[in-house]
């Protein structure tokens, strides 16, 4: 089966970085992907990484370390409206598995 | 604009009623997933549909059931409603595929369904 693992809060102050982390043990590994949600809102897709290394989109940006089945979340430039919780999921193994396993989120709170 | 709609954002059901909750996707995706979520649970698969009358079980089926007659459409059905199945419940789409669009799922805006 698969297991995520994240922090369960994160407080950081505005303006400043913040790194969300995941670890995963999974049977199989096809990538890693992040979304957010906003309080009674509904997640939306972030990133997504397949290889080791960062990708960066913005003001956010993603790593994978597969070797170490950890990635994390780096939130640069931190804006109040950036306080909302995020998930890490990964993609079931097997051919035609389309579905995702999330972890159980970090809740971010950004304070002025 | 993609879209991912349901039919009820709140919904307030008995104990042993038969519960329909629906979904609707605009984006001619062949994957749909029901999920519920709990606090401190994060999102858990209950169904999910990789094709027209094609469905597959998550984590937690027990106690629901799920229909798709038509690509769109993916219902999620609780036969005879409980206390414990008072949650938030999310349906998502996604497009097959191995690349990364296959990871990215579209959410609905969700249905939050109390049991009493």
């Known amino acids: 089966g698969q297991s995520l693992e994240q922090p369960s809060e994160v407080t950081a102050v505005e303006g400043a970085i913040v790194q969300i982390n995941c670890t995963y043990q999974t049977s199989g590994f096809y990538g890693l992907s992040w979304y957010q949600q906003h309080d009674g809102g509904a997640p939306t897709f972030l990133s997504y990484?397949?290889?080791?290394g960062l990708e960066e989109t913005g003001r956010f940006s993603s790593f994978l370390s597969r070797s170490d089945s950890y990635g994390y979340l780096l939130l640069q430039e931190l804006q109040m409206k950036d306080s909302a919780s995020y998930f890490c999921a990964v993609r079931n193994s097997g051919a035609g598995s389309y579905q995702l396993t999330f972890g159980k989120g970090t809740k971010l709170s950004v304070i002025p | 604009d993609v879209k991912v709609t349901q039919s009820s954002r709140y919904l307030v059901k008995r104990t042993g009623e038969k519960v329909f909750l629906e979904c609707v996707q605009d984006m001619d995706h062949e994957n749909m997933f029901w999920y519920r979520q709990d606090p401190g649970l994060g999102l858990r698969l209950i169904y999910f549909?990789?094709?027209?009358?094609?469905?597959e079980k998550g984590d937690i089926p027990e106690g629901y059931s799920v229909s798709r007659e038509k690509k769109e459409r993916f219902s999620l059905i609780l036969e005879s409603a409980s206390t414990n199945q008072t949650s938030m419940y999310l349906c998502?789409?996604?497009?097959?595929?191995?690349?990364?669009?296959?990871?990215?799922?579209?959410f609905g805006p969700g249905t939050r369904l109390t049991v009493t």
């Open positions: 990484n397949a290889l080791d």
């Open positions: 998502a789409s996604s497009r097959p595929g191995s690349d990364w669009s296959s990871y990215e799922q579209y």
């Open positions: 549909s990789y094709d027209v009358k094609m469905k």
